[in-house]
């Protein structure tokens, strides 16, 4: 596995408008990262335990989700190292129990990234229903851009 292999994890609910946002942006990360084999995109929905084997296997992790910080909808959030951890345990959403219970299996089997980010965006609306709302739509562009930013970050520095 090479040092600047960095595996991007979007997980969400596509069913609950704003909590889908880490699924709603890979598309975008995807044709920013179509010519670069060092990154690894997976589209996480909710599968909870099963990404314990991408988790395990990164070196450098950057999860993307809906993250609920209490912001104005929209509001880019970023997280690194042990914030990720002590985060999940206030409030997240629906699914992120069994995320919370990846990293922790992860780090008691001490196969835990050396590098790991995780970036979102604060939900708007969480009720059921397709698509985002207008203002976490909006604020795609953003998302997408402020991951690039934290995959240049990572791959110029050791």
Do not use: C
């Amino acid at each position: 596995m090479s040092e600047n292999k960095i595996t991007i994890l979007g997980i969400g609910n596509t069913l609950f408008s704003d909590e889908g946002v880490g699924i709603y942006v890979l598309p975008l990360l995807e044709e920013a990262f179509k010519n670069n084999e060092n990154i690894e995109i997976i589209e996480g929905l909710t599968d909870g335990i099963k990404l314990l084997g991408p988790v395990e296997d990164a070196e450098n992790l950057i999860i993307i989700d809906a993250i609920n910080a209490g912001k104005p909808g929209g509001t880019i959030i970023k997280l690194e190292g042990d914030e990720i951890p002590a985060y999940f345990g206030i409030k997240m959403s629906i699914h992120q129990l069994g995320f919370q219970e990846v990293l922790m299996a992860a780090k008691m089997r001490e196969r835990y990234p050396k590098r790991i980010a995780m970036l979102g965006m604060q939900p708007t609306s969480l009720q059921l229903g397709i698509g985002l709302t207008e203002t976490n739509q909006a604020n795609l562009d953003e998302l997408a851009s402020a991951v690039i930013k934290q995959v240049q970050n990572w791959s110029h520095s050791r």
